[in-house]
């Protein structure tokens, strides 16, 4: 394969916001070459040593972290970096925290969607800096939106009419992070009203309700620091290290693209 049909692959991995990963060999055998991992697709550019090829299946759970990484393969080291969409966050409740909340978020690189069931409220006018706004209730607009492990929910409605259809669409799916407005009163009978319907505690306990940091946040823009303050620190809690069949190395500066 060329090096040009290895930056077409990145590129329609980029536009096209699938998840994958380049991996270079940067010693030993096969020095410079060069693959591209589609998740879904497999190997869709370039090609490895035979003796490196095991390094797509580390790929796929580095890509599954956000965590790159330089491994060896007997004497062949591979240097595998990640490709992954924008990070998402789907705002329920158009309501003014919201407004700012979009604002900071954008600043931060979120893919924001905004969605309400009041047309009034969502508009440009209130949310420019919006990349979505949806109108209509939860299950009207929940397969217009990526809820997937990229993706934070937060829920600012206080009209349990919106609210409560949309708790069994937001905790079956894989989201990366789920906050809820309300007092603390509020979000233990929310707790309980969840638990009374079926869903186990470690399902319900995701919810981050009330939602922040407690950081004495008064403004709907504290408020929205606080929050996204609470979205980057679950992001970045540590985990265990990942199970690879490689072994690590000093990792290498990663190629950017762009």
């Given at each position: 394969?060329?090096?040009?049909?290895?930056?077409?692959?990145?590129?329609?991995?980029?536009?096209?916001?699938?998840?994958?990963?380049?991996?270079?060999?940067?010693?030993?055998?096969?020095?410079?070459?060069?693959?591209?991992l589609?998740?879904?697709?497999g190997?869709?550019?370039?090609?490895?040593?035979?003796?490196?090829?095991?390094?797509?299946?580390?790929?796929?759970?580095?890509?599954?972290?956000?965590?790159?990484?330089?491994?060896?393969?007997?004497?062949?080291?591979?240097?595998?970096e990640?490709?992954?969409?924008?990070?998402?966050?789907?705002?329920?409740?158009?309501?003014?925290?919201?407004?700012?909340?979009?604002?900071?978020?954008?600043?931060?690189?979120?893919?924001v969607?905004?969605?309400?069931?009041?047309?009034?409220?969502?508009?440009?006018?209130?949310?420019?800096?919006?990349?979505?706004?949806?109108?209509?209730?939860?299950?009207?607009?929940?397969?217009r939106?990526?809820?997937?492990?990229?993706?934070?929910?937060?829920?600012?409605?206080?009209?349990?009419?919106?609210?409560?259809?949309?708790?069994?669409?937001?905790l079956?799916?894989?989201?990366?992070?789920?906050?809820?407005?309300?007092?603390?009163?509020?979000?233990?009978?929310?707790?309980?009203?969840?638990?009374?319907?079926?869903?186990?505690?470690?399902?319900?306990?995701?919810?981050?309700?009330?939602?922040?940091l407690?950081?004495?946040?008064?403004?709907?823009?504290?408020?929205?620091?606080?929050?996204?303050?609470?979205?980057?620190?679950?992001?970045?809690?540590?985990?265990?290290?990942?199970?690879?069949?490689?072994?690590?190395?000093?990792?290498?500066?990663?190629?950017?693209?762009?």
């Amino acid at each position: 394969m060329t090096g040009e049909s290895i930056v077409s692959a990145l590129e329609r991995l980029v536009a096209e916001e699938r998840f994958g990963a380049r991996l270079t060999v940067v010693s030993g055998e096969g020095l410079g070459k060069a693959a591209v991992l589609d998740l879904e697709d497999g190997l869709v550019a370039g090609e490895l040593p035979p003796d490196a090829e095991v390094a797509l299946d580390d790929a796929a759970v580095l890509v599954d972290r956000e965590m790159p990484a330089t491994l060896a393969y007997g004497d062949t080291e591979v240097f595998i970096e990640p490709v992954v969409p924008r990070a998402r966050l789907v705002i329920f409740g158009a309501v003014h925290i919201a407004q700012a909340l979009t604002d900071h978020a954008s600043l931060l690189g979120f893919h924001v969607t905004v969605v309400d069931a009041r047309a009034a409220f969502v508009t440009e006018d209130r949310f420019p800096r919006a990349d979505e706004l949806l109108v209509g209730w939860p299950d009207d607009v929940v397969d217009r939106v990526a809820l997937d492990r990229r993706t934070s929910v937060v829920v600012l409605s206080h009209d349990a009419r919106f609210e409560d259809p949309l708790w069994p669409l937001v905790l079956e799916r894989p989201v990366r992070y789920i906050g809820a407005m309300g007092s603390k009163r509020t979000a233990a009978r929310r707790r309980e009203k969840l638990l009374a319907a079926g869903f186990d505690e470690a399902t319900v306990d995701r919810i981050h309700g009330p939602i922040g940091l407690e950081i004495g946040a008064d403004s709907p823009h504290e408020v929205a620091v606080a929050i996204l303050a609470q979205m980057i620190a679950e992001h970045r809690r540590p985990h265990e290290p990942p199970e690879l069949k490689g072994e690590r190395r000093p990792l290498v500066p990663a190629h950017r693209l762009g």
